[in-house]
């Protein structure tokens, strides 16, 4: 994962089905080679298939469970992502969260089969203990901004600070992104500024009129904080 990396969670916004979802995983590919940055997409997991086939972008998984090929009904089993051609799988989203045991398994079971690992921490004190299982990435993200539009790196940036320090003294290999809220250039720039590596956004992209120049605002944010 080359960092700063940017993270379109589509969650289940009706905009990131069908057609207009596949648009804007079009647009996160074009922005990823043009700025040469690493830009990953989490569709609808109903429309992961359609998106691996039309879509240049690498595709995550919003949630997965650990478990592989089986008498699992309704599971989503780590293997099978990675035979459709998934790249990697976001793990605990606060929408979707997991107990800490299965957060591990999860980790180890996305290093065995060769997918990246994020999970997200609502907490450094979280962040630092999820490290412990040695995931790709750490996105720290507080629940209560997520969906607000007021951004983790202007309302909360102690957290991105604390987070950094914590989850870096388990391992600096470790990337630490930061979600929630945010909206702008300034809240990119701001997030990096504070030691994050990259971030995690939704509903700024998802719900924009112009998800497109969205995507490039945030690119042109990274490309220009690392020069
Ligand atoms: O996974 C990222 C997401 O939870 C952040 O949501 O809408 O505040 O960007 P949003």
Request: aromatic share 6%; charged share 25%; net charge neutral.
């Amino acid at each position: 994962m080359r960092v700063p990396v940017l993270i379109i969670n589509f969650k289940n916004y009706r905009e990131g089905y069908g057609d207009r979802g596949l648009d804007i995983c079009r647009y996160a590919s074009r922005v990823s080679v043009e700025y040469g940055l690493d830009i990953y997409v989490a569709p609808p997991t109903l429309m992961l298939m359609r998106f691996i086939e039309h879509c240049g972008a690498d595709i995550y998984v919003q949630h997965a469970d650990p478990v592989t090929y089986g008498a699992y009904t309704g599971s989503i089993p780590v293997e099978a992502l990675k035979d459709m051609g998934v790249k990697g799988v976001i793990i605990n989203h606060s929408e979707k969260q997991l107990e800490v045991r299965q957060i591990i398994e999860l980790v180890d079971k996305a290093r065995q089969y060769g997918l990246v690992s994020v999970v997200c921490a609502d907490t450094p004190v979280l962040g630092k203990i999820i490290a412990l299982a040695g995931p790709t990435a750490i996105a720290l993200e507080p629940p209560e901004l997520i969906g607000s539009g007021i951004a983790v790196s202007r309302a909360r940036p102690e957290i991105i600070v604390e987070g950094v320090k914590s989850i870096k003294s388990i391992s600096r290999d470790i990337v630490v992104l930061a979600g929630a809220g945010i909206s702008s250039r300034d809240d990119v720039e701001k997030a990096l500024r504070l030691g994050s590596e990259g971030v995690l956004v939704a509903s700024a992209i998802m719900k924009a009129r112009d998800p497109g120049k969205v995507i490039e605002d945030f690119a042109q944010a990274m490309v220009n904080y690392s020069k």
